[in-house]
């Protein structure tokens, strides 16, 4: 079994930092071929936010390009997303996400986690 948890959410102003962690079980991170970080907000559909690969390549969406860094620790088993530079229009439940292959559709992803929110103000 895989299990995907994550942690780190909260309440920040607009210019802030947060990091978000996403915790694997069952499976070592680069076991997978992909781990994903994805956002909704209310009324709208689940966002690509970015990637990483297990060669470590990342790809992250324009939205959140030069703001947000995913990262992994493998000591700990770990995925991160550095958030600097929060917008309100970050604010969103996030989650963590493996996969099979790179991709920024959602419906390619295998595994999920319960997701942390994220609540950014003005």
């Known amino acids: 079994q895989a299990q995907l948890v994550e942690s780190g959410g909260g309440l920040v102003q607009a210019g802030g930092s947060l990091r978000l962690s996403c915790q694997a079980s069952?499976?070592?991170?680069?076991?997978?071929?992909?781990m994903a970080w994805f956002r909704q907000a209310p009324g709208k559909e689940r966002e690509f936010v970015t990637a990483?690969?297990?060669?470590?390549?990342?790809n992250p969406a324009d939205s959140v390009k030069g703001r947000f860094l995913i990262s992994r620790d493998t000591a700990k088993n770990t995925v991160y997303l550095q958030m600097n530079l929060l917008k309100p229009e970050d604010t969103g439940v996030y989650y963590c996400?493996?996969?099979?292959?790179?991709?920024?559709?959602?419906?390619?992803?295998?595994?999920w986690g319960q997701g942390t929110q994220v609540t950014v103000s003005s």
């Open positions: 996400a493996a996969g099979p292959r790179p991709s920024s559709a959602w419906g390619e992803y295998l595994y």
């Open positions: 069952g499976r070592a991170i680069n076991n997978y071929i992909v």
């Open positions: 990483i690969t297990w060669t470590g390549n990342t």
